[in-house]
């Protein structure tokens, strides 16, 4: 069965940025810029943080308006995956995104894409996000 991340208590999140860490070392960055996920303030700290991360969607919003098919549809549990030669930058994806975890990277003049990987996840020593059944 596919997975997919989920908040799984956002109450929990600290806002410590662990996971965005993990998942730009997942591709060779030391920074938080290549990040699929992002953590924000809600509006201080009493207010808590807000995870941003794709949701997977059954019927993906962003693989509909890419005019080159770069984006498709994963064929289980909803989301998407990035042919990065058909891409050509028009950022139509990020635009299309209705909950806004699609982000862009500036260098590579493409998408950031969640792969569902869960590396993220492992870090989260809070238990507010992690990967579930799609």
């Avoid at 993906?60 to 891409?87: F, I, M, N, S």
């Avoid at 995104?97 to 260098?107: L, T, Y």
Wanted: charged share 25%; net charge positive; proline share 3%.
């Amino acid at each position: 069965m596919a997975k997919k991340l989920a908040a799984l208590d956002v109450n929990n999140c600290i806002g410590c940025m662990e996971c965005m860490f993990a998942c730009s070392r997942r591709v060779g960055r030391i920074g938080l810029d290549k990040s699929a996920i992002r953590v924000r303030s809600a509006g201080g700290i009493e207010r808590g943080f807000v995870i941003v991360v794709c949701r997977a969607c059954e019927n993906p919003p962003c693989a509909k308006v890419c005019p080159t098919d770069a984006l498709k549809a994963r064929k289980e549990g909803g989301g998407v995956v990035l042919d990065e030669t058909k891409c050509i930058g028009c950022g139509f994806c990020v635009q299309s995104c209705i909950v806004g975890a699609m982000f862009w990277d500036d260098e590579r003049d493409k998408p950031i894409v969640c792969k569902y990987c869960g590396e993220c996840a492992k870090y989260c020593v809070h238990g507010a996000i992690g990967l579930v059944e799609a």
